[in-house]
């Protein structure tokens, strides 16, 4: 190659390095007023909003991803997910905001914190969030057509993959008044029951597992903690009428089988 042919290449390839930069660095276009303002109806965005002095199309330009989805029927949905500092929460991120678009209006639909997403074409949306480092909860929503209701929830071990459901209620076979339920619980990832009992009725709790293998505990919930007891046996008059919570925490990171056993009159 000659001289001159060597500076004209060296001096196209000097101006294309200092275009591409500028290409990859194009900003997005704004959202539409009217998404930018549906995404302010929900507080928490507005707040921040209001705390980083922009408008409220700017802010959602900078603070927001967004992606359109055409569901089976036509319709058109806007999910938008926000990763800043301000919009996270503690350990779940980004903000997940779910819009329906109508006629060019938007309407928030579904809002959550979400490690994952998905929105499928029959509008259902799948959200993952963290529960502890290793223990992410999964929930699914089914789409109504105008609002969203959650039809299965669940905790997923992310080392072992193992899924079970978020809670799981006790129910008592006709004219008895207690019942045995089996699990596997792992620290951190244990298992959680329900039942609905009255002010006054006396609720005791058993839990037994294999030889030489170790549960944690049982936590009895309403409200706010009833009682948090390591020995694996527990009797109690409960305090008011509604649904307890009766949780079954694991020992070691390995999951245990158990057996908790509940009685109530």
Not at 92 to 116: D, H, K, M, Q, W
Not at 214 to 243: C, F, Q, S, Y
């Amino acid at each position: 190659m000659s001289a001159s042919r060597f500076m004209r290449a060296l001096a196209a390839s000097l101006v294309a390095l200092s275009i591409a930069p500028r290409l990859a660095l194009a900003a997005e276009p704004p959202p539409p007023p009217g998404l930018a303002a549906a995404l302010l109806e929900e507080r928490d965005i507005a707040s921040c909003a209001r705390r980083s002095g922009l408008s409220a199309t700017a802010f959602a330009a900078k603070a927001f991803d967004f992606e359109r989805v055409t569901l089976e029927g036509g319709a058109h949905m806007t999910v938008a997910t926000g990763a800043n500092s301000c919009l996270c929460a503690v350990q779940n991120c980004p903000t997940f905001v779910l819009l329906a678009e109508r006629g060019g209006a938007y309407r928030i639909v579904l809002s959550s914190y979400a490690l994952g997403s998905s929105v499928l074409p029959d509008g259902s949306a799948v959200l993952t969030a963290h529960d502890t480092a290793l223990v992410a909860d999964r929930t699914t929503y089914h789409w109504t057509g105008t609002t969203y209701a959650v039809v299965k929830a669940e905790r997923v071990d992310q080392q072992s993959g193992v899924v079970k459901p978020m809670t799981v209620p006790i129910a008592f076979a006709p004219g008895t008044f207690s019942a045995t339920v089996a699990g596997k619980a792992a620290l951190g990832f244990g298992d959680t029951y329900t039942l609905r009992a009255r002010a006054g009725q006396t609720l005791a709790l058993r839990v037994s597992s294999q030889r030489g293998t170790a549960v944690g505990g049982v936590i009895v919930l309403h409200g706010n903690t009833l009682v948090a007891d390591a020995k694996l046996r527990w009797t109690g008059k409960l305090p008011a009428n509604g649904e307890y919570a009766i949780s079954v925490e694991g020992a070691t990171d390995s999951l245990v089988p158990y057996r908790l056993t509940v009685t109530i009159h």
